[in-house]
């Protein structure tokens, strides 16, 4: 038994949602390694049922297996507010959320994500970063002062396959993108902030109170 299945075998299984909007995502996409999947699912549904958040912003969709694990905390009469570029998906999203038995609860928004986000006139208990990787900084800039005070921002893929640990860091702006904005929450005194190393690096950042700062 591999190490994966060990820790599959004793961990809480997938609905049945979302087990099969992941055989969906692999037989009708074509890049179906940027699915969550079940192991970050489970710990963003973990993340969210902690934090009972009452609006999330999620950034960067795919086919909605984050948006389902997310929703799966919010608070009573709660809104996710979930932004992706690419509405060619929208179909298979859709379907996975009624699946789900979400879809009263997501306000599905197709676009830039940095035209939209300022039309968003939200507190936000909660922010998923799963976008263009060239643009986490700008994300961060612009969903901060909407962020509630002890809030969440959660952002994926901030080891980028390890290429932020070479050195040099590669040029590429995906690379350079991933590594500036790891060292800019790490050099916020407004936050506190942990990167851990699921599947490809999950920094989970807090938004300090004014007495904390």
Same mark, same amino acid.
């Given at each position: ?15 049945? &949602? @979302? #087990?099969? @909007?992941?055989? #969906? ?6 890049? =179906? ?12 549904? $973990? ?6 958040? +009452?609006?999330? $912003? %999620? ?40 699946? =789900? ?11 830039? +994500? ?6 968003? /006139?939200?507190?936000?208990? $909660? ?7 060239? %643009? ?10 909407? !962020? &509630? ?5 959660? *952002?994926?893929?901030?080891?980028? /396959?390890?290429?932020?640990?070479? %050195? ?10 991933? &590594? &500036? ?5 790490? *050099? ?9 190393? !699921? ?8 938004? @300090? ?5």
């Amino acid at each position: 038994m591999t190490e994966k299945e060990y820790l599959q075998s004793h961990s809480t299984p997938a609905s049945e &949602a @979302l #087990q099969w @909007l992941e055989r #969906q995502t692999h037989l009708r996409t074509n890049h =179906a390694r940027m699915l969550s999947g079940r192991e970050q699912g489970s710990l963003l549904a $973990l993340i969210s049922r902690l934090a009972k958040p +009452a609006c999330i $912003l %999620e950034l960067g969709v795919f086919t909605g297996y984050s948006t389902i694990c997310l929703a799966q905390g919010l608070a009573p009469g709660g809104t996710i507010h979930a932004v992706e570029i690419n509405d060619e998906l929208e179909d298979l999203i859709r379907e996975g959320y009624s699946r =789900a038995g979400i879809e009263d609860r997501v306000q599905l928004h197709f676009g830039d +994500a940095k035209q939209i986000i300022p039309q968003l /006139d939200c507190c936000f208990d $909660l922010v998923y970063i799963d976008a263009n990787k060239r %643009e986490y900084c700008d994300y961060y800039r612009l969903v901060f002062d909407k !962020v &509630a005070d002890g809030g969440l921002i959660l *952002a994926d893929n901030v080891l980028w /396959d390890g290429k932020v640990l070479q %050195e040099p860091v590669p040029q590429d702006a995906q690379t350079q993108g991933i &590594a &500036a904005f790891n060292d800019m929450v790490a *050099a916020d005194s407004r936050v506190e902030n942990f990167i851990l190393p !699921v599947r490809d690096g999950l920094s989970v950042i807090r938004k @300090l109170g004014p007495e904390e700062r």
